[in-house]
């Protein structure tokens, strides 16, 4: 990156503005087209005919009287589509229709194209399936003890998916320097995403044979790839058109079966078909937070200086792969960023259960392990009887610094988030002094800006963004990113209006089109306002470079004279001295030709080189704080979350009002998996899903929401656009542990599983004033054959980022 | 997207002309209001009418008449937004306000209607879904199949019972009249409801309820209490309506206490009354009154939260209830 602030320093004129969006207004008035409102004529509706059924043989299929049905114009079944696909290289294990297994109640078994979605719902009582049933594994210990019959072939034997063991330093040193070793055991229950706009597709071939599809995606470079192998057709031939998503937070970042189905059934119709899901198949598709249970000793020294960290986890995948291998790496990879751990081992195992797969969640595979540390971190205070502000305060990792697991921090603005929430929530005379029934709780987290490794390996960039300008003065930024509510169009125009010194409102973003924009690898991980914004940051820099060239020669100033601001390009020291934006374009274009440029960017190398280092690095990590005050009702273990005081490490807002939306829609999902959300089944019913509807599904409303008090701190990192960083996801993690860590200050007692729903209060309310111990949370979790662990050298021990020889490994055994 | 069936839909001027068409239509017939439950359960398939006979148009059932002294007439096809803001009964029965501004969603009272909500179908976690989800179960007795998925052994359906209005209905002393083409009848709210999640109502589907009767109020004062997971859109999986009419020295001459959400139809728990009766409220006795409420509720698995625990609950919301009346 040249410069951050472009080539004369000057104030901001855009970045750091509550600008409203770009697509503000076509929102506001229902006018933005989502897939569902996508029509074209001959158009037929699909419908997916699902298992009932949680984990079977299929013996046969009989579409013959859906097909009779009139109105029926196509009926396809699994031998229709037989290669196999999956968002993972390594977990290649879904079929867009099962073929010869289902493998949880909601996988499709064939598909319905109609003229219209009534006949295709008729169609579906008409086709007859034969299943032989197989035994269901519904839990993480069943999964671990089943060996027969597997839900898959593959994996790391019976029901386990993958096991991973990595050991960062010497351990039992470690944890012989502590003079506190704590041992504690916690559940995170899954829930899912609960996006407003149900997932919806429209597939179309048109005159030459080309396919496009229409889809509520957040990775239409993803679905790109899984229709070129699925539909066995070139991916040149092939458009994917992501529409706006009415929600996303992860849940639309799989190719999805419905997505190929309609492909396929416009492939064999040749019509358009379409397809949006009841709110039920919304659940069935899922890929949301894995239920997780994990063990974690910690050593620490009196001053709370953390001597070593061993931490366990086991993750319920549910029926297919998804995300979770990098999903179980997630709950191992980002312990270290917040609080210094010198030495640390992550064991990790994910298995397959006959449940809706899961995968991406809003900080995917980090608020599980985040809670466990936060709550054990306030266990070890109060044992050490050291304030929680104060221990974690002191051992934060410095900036600049390689974690023990080899993970480069940046900028880390923590400090100032703590001191922000606890000087603004009266900390000090709360903490332990509020009345019986009231408290007050602190915790911490820190997420990626971006992953730093692509999800398939390539050397080419992570986002691409092609500016075009025109002799009218017109900018167009094109961009394979997909603005997912959360305003990445928006964050395009800003950057390219802040460098080019026009109004974000005169710029064109044409964003998530294969055909048209470069590639963006999708909307997930938090990286899109860092990579995208690097990469139109390169591509506007270039363009003005262009016009400052012309613009000097024009008006006979020396180059570094030439600014941009206010719609015009003009000498600095003498500024009525100068052209339009529209005059300045259109001298580039006469002396350079058509005025076209690109950025892109790649993130930095990561300095882990070791297996399973690709997970966890980041061009910067964001940072929170939160102090929640709550009521705990004694006589019903009813929680109500009176406010919540956030700081977040935003590097620097590009526009503070959407990172405030940000950090507070963060702090309303937080709160509704710290309270109520689950998704739960019926074990021995079937395995159903217990309640698949936006009615039953608990989730907060406005009036759950509390107060929230935002902070945004500003610290700009080097690695981002302007010095920005994430804020989709990182504000969400303290929230969970905060909520119990408050409960505890109020009626002291331990939740140490989420969501913390008023029965488990009650109960831990109870049992405390039978004398018992006044906790409710799992006991232990399930022995399981770890594999030998994978040794790295820390970089204080002199290591060099690689894994150990084998060899050597044992020796040092 | 979930698609409603077809079915015929006919909209009667008057009472007489509506049972008329109930006759006609015979057992595929329903009557709509709000439709706010009746559509969506018919977009699920749980309830499968040919034939819709919307209320809605019926002047005759959109009337409140009388005030505290004389008693009410509530006219069956107000919308629960009206009740709420009803002068009347705000001033009168303001118990009828309350319970009725819990009800769901400002939108769905919009709609939704005080009588529609008094003939609710009862509610069931394993029956509130769609179609498919039902199948994959092999349905319940409630509609499809034939066993209780809630109580397998159990001969009848535990459907529960899921107005708020309907125990306050009940604790008031109200009536409501039933008018068929064999004629018209009066019924007691507490005679209305029957214990079984399938037949929960002392009603034949041909009959229109177009009138709720509540009584003069007297000296009586009324509260309800609702448990449910939010502020907003869930139904009681616990609702406690409690009267209590009290002597100028504070002795109570006659109360009532009815637990809704816990089971098919509504409880009411007489030996909790019994402990109140011909004497002064106090905390020994609010307390052995919620502990008798607390041995009658006996929730199943069947809502959300768990059952353990509801049951629990009606220990402290029969307190709270009787304090706030106190």
Known sequence: MATNNGDNEQPLKVVGKPFRK????????????????????????????????????????????????????????????????????????????????????????????????????????????????????????????????????????????????????????????????????????????????????????????????????????????????????????????????????????????????????????????????????????????????????????????????????????????????????????????????????????????????????????TPQPRFALEVQIDKIAEELGLDPVEIRRRHLVPPDSVTANYLRVGSNGLGECIDKVVEASDWKNKFQKLPYGRGIGLACGSYLCGAGLPIYWNDMPHSGV????????????????????????????????????????????????????????????????????????????????????????????????????????????????????AEAVQLAEAKFGTIGTVGSYTPPRSPGKF?????????????????????????????????????????????????????????????????????????????????????????????????????????????????AKEVGQGPLLPIPPAVVNAVYDAVGVRIDEVPASPDKVLKAIREKAQGKEGRYGPKSVPEVEWPAPLKVLTPAEGGDGRELPREAAHMKD | MMRLPKFEYRVPREISEAVKMMADAGPDGMFVAGGTDLYPNMKRRQQTPKTVISVTRLQEMRAIRGDAETGIVIGPSISLTDICNHPVINRDYPVVAEAARLISTPLLRNMGTIGGNLLLDTRCNYYDQNYEWRKGINF?????????????????????????????????????????????????????????GINYLHKRPDELLTEIHLPPRNGMKAVYKKLRRRGAFDFPVLGVAATLDRAEDGTVRDARLILGGVAPAPIRVKEAEGILVGHKLDQERMAAAAEACYLKARPLDNTDFLMNWRKQMARPFVLRALEELR
Request: net charge negative; hydrophobic share 40%; charged share 20%.
């Open chain 1, 466 to 581: 092609q500016l075009r300008l025109d002799r009218q003065g017109g900018v167009c930024v094109m961009c394979g990113s997909i603005d997912i509510g959360q305003g990445s169009d928006s964050i395009l125009a800003y950057i390219v209006a802040e460098v080019l010194g026009i109004d974000p409102f005169d710029i064109r973003v044409l964003t998530a089109d294969t055909d048209l924009t470069p590639v963006d690898l999708g909307s997930y991980s938090s990286r899109v306002t860092l990579m995208t914004g690097n990469a139109a940051l390169q591509a506007a820099e270039r363009a003005r470079e262009l016009l400052t060239i012309a613009v000097a020669e024009k008006l006979d100033v020396p180059i570094e004279n030439i600014t941009f601001a206010e719609r015009r390009a003009f000498d600095v020291e003498n500024p009525d001295v100068g052209v339009s934006f």
């Open chain 2, 140 to 196: 319940c007795m409630k509609k499809d199949g034939d066993i209780c998925w809630v109580a397998p052994s159990s001969p009848k359906c535990w459907a529960v019972q899921s107005a708020d209005l309907v125990p306050v209905m009940v604790a008031l002393g109200a009536r409501v009249k039933l008018v068929s083409t064999l004629g018209e009848r009066m019924v007691t709210a507490e005679g209305l409801y029957n214990d079984d």
């Open chain 1, 611 to 723: 297996k399973g280092a690709g997970v966890g690095p980041s061009p910067a990590y964001s940072y929170s704080a939160a102090v929640v005050e709550a009521d705990v009702d004694p006589e019903t273990g009813i929680i109500t979350v009176e406010r919540v005081w956030i700081a977040h490490d935003i590097g620097r807002s590009i526009n503070p009002a959407l990172v405030m939306g940000q950090v507070e829609g963060s702090v309303y999902m937080g709160l509704g998996e710290a309270l109520m959300e689950e998704m739960t089944y019926r074990g021995n019913r079937n395995v159903v899903h217990k309640f698949p509807s936006l009615l039953e599904y608990k989730s907060p409303t406005t009036l759950e929401m509390c107060d929230v008090k935002t902070f945004l701190v500003e610290d700009p990192d080097p690695n981002g656009p302007f010095g």
């Open chain 1, 22 to 365: 770009v697509d503000a207004r076509a929102k506001c008035t229902g006018q933005t087209l989502f897939a569902d409102d996508i029509t074209l004529p001959r158009m037929l509706f699909a419908k997916l005919l699902r298992s009932h059924v949680p984990h079977a043989l299929i013996k046969s299929i009989d579409t013959s009287k859906a097909i009779a049905l009139p109105g029926v114009v196509a009926v396809i079944t699994g031998r229709d589509l037989p290669i196999p696909y999956g968002i993972l290289p390594v977990s290649q294990d879904e079929h867009a229709l099962c073929i010869d297994k289902v493998r949880f109640i909601g996988d499709p078994v064939a598909a319905i194209a109609a003229l219209d979605e009534d006949t295709a719902f008729e169609a579906m009582d008409l086709i007859e399936v034969e299943y032989e049933p197989l035994e269901s594994i519904s839990t993480i210990e069943d999964a671990l003890s089943i060996e027969q019959p597997r839900i898959h072939d593959y994996g790391s034997g019976g029901n386990i998916h993958k096991k991973v063991s990595l050991e960062f330093g010497d351990m039992e040193e470690g944890f012989a320097e502590a003079d506190l070793i704590r041992e504690d055991v916690f559940f995170y229950e899954g829930n899912t995403h609960l996006p407003m706009e149900q997932h919806a597709a429209l597939a179309h071939f048109d005159a030459d044979g080309k396919l496009t599809l229409w889809s509520a995606t957040q990775t239409p470079h993803y679905v790109h790839r899984a229709l070129a192998k699925t539909l066995e057709i070139p991916a040149s031939h092939i458009r994917v058109i992501a529409t706006p998503n009415g929600g996303g937070f992860g849940g639309k970042s799989d190719p999805f079966n419905h997505e190929i189905v309609v492909a396929k059934l416009a492939m064999i119709t040749g019509r358009p078909v379409k397809v949006t899901l009841t709110r039920e198949e919304v659940f069935y598709c899922h890929r949301g937070r894995h239920p997780v249970l994990m063990w974690v000793k910690t050593g620490v020294k009196r001053d709370g200086a953390i001597t070593a960290m061993h931490f366990r986890s086991l993750l319920d995948g549910g029926a297919y792969g998804s995300y979770g291998v990098a999903s179980t790496f997630y709950t191992g990879a980002l312990q270290t960023v917040t609080y210094n751990i010198p030495r640390y081992k992550f064991e990790g195992v994910r298995v397959f259960t006959n449940k809706p797969p899961c995968g991406p969640k809003r900080g995917h595979g």
